[in-house]
């Protein structure tokens, strides 16, 4: 079964510091996406990896893919408090025409003034 | 306009009721999907439907049932609610193809608390 962990789970960071949120997933796949979830609100879409080596940046936010290693990271810079949020991973676990996405743990980041 | 809305938001019933839960997309997606968000914020995929066919149910009691009417539409109806259910129930829809899934789009949501 097609597993996707996150960690840390929780990462409490002061403003201005930085940090890496990792994503691993236990088979091949050549897509990965990342989504953002505000304190009792809904899932937003932040990045989507299409290939071994993407890499996407927006503002403080830059998220990567090696599909080779399993592994995406989103790094975090200078970190804001309105970075503050859960974020999510997600591999594409389709199977013979199924489509089903497969969500990470999530990763619940609050950032401290 | 909204892309993915759900009808309720919050949801407060009882042990053994019967409830329904709606979404519609105007995205103009072919595959919606229901997934369910536990108190640790866990997220599971339930169901997902392709044009209006079922093509994953996740091992989801029998309790829930879904339905698509078009592909524009997917609801949820679960019977005799059990303290379990209660949970955050979000709809999404994409464009997904053999090439690979598409970005999702979700609702806001449908918060159901059993009592």
């Known amino acids: 079964e097609l597993k996707v962990e996150q960690n840390p789970l929780f990462l409490s960071m002061q403003e201005g510091k930085n940090y890496t949120i990792y994503c691993n997933y236990s088979?091949?796949?050549?897509?990965l996406y990342w989504y953002r979830q505000d304190p009792g609100k809904s899932l937003e879409s932040l990045f989507v990896?299409?290939?071994?080596?993407a890499v996407k940046q927006e503002g403080r936010l830059m998220a990567s893919l090696d599909t080779k290693a399993r592994l995406s990271t989103l790094h975090i810079t200078a970190a804001v408090h309105d970075l503050s949020a859960t974020y999510f991973c997600?591999?594409?676990?389709?199977?013979?025409?199924?489509?089903?996405?497969?969500f990470g743990t999530g990763t619940r980041l609050k950032v401290l003034a | 306009d909204t892309a993915v809305s759900q009808t309720p938001k919050y949801l407060v019933t009882q042990m053994g009721n019967d409830k329904s839960i709606k979404c519609e997309q105007n995205?103009?997606?072919?595959?919606m999907y229901w997934y369910k968000q536990d108190s640790k914020k866990f997220l599971k995929i339930m169901f997902s439907?392709?044009?209006?066919?079922?093509?994953i149910n996740e091992t989801v009691p029998n309790r829930f049932s879904p339905k698509s009417p078009d592909k524009a539409h997917l609801n949820l109806h679960i019977n005799s609610l059990e303290l379990g259910d209660s949970a955050v129930y979000f709809c999404?829809?994409?464009?997904?193809?053999?090439?690979?899934?598409?970005?999702?789009?979700f609702g806001p949501g449908t918060r159901l608390l059993v009592l």
């Open positions: 439907y392709n044009n209006k066919e079922l093509i």
């Open positions: 997600a591999v594409d676990g389709s199977t013979s025409g199924t489509y089903k996405y497969i």
């Open positions: 999404a829809s994409s464009q997904d193809s053999a090439g690979g899934l598409g970005t999702q789009y």
């Open positions: 995205l103009g997606h072919d595959t």
């Open positions: 088979t091949t796949s050549d897509r």
């Open positions: 990896l299409l290939s071994n080596g």
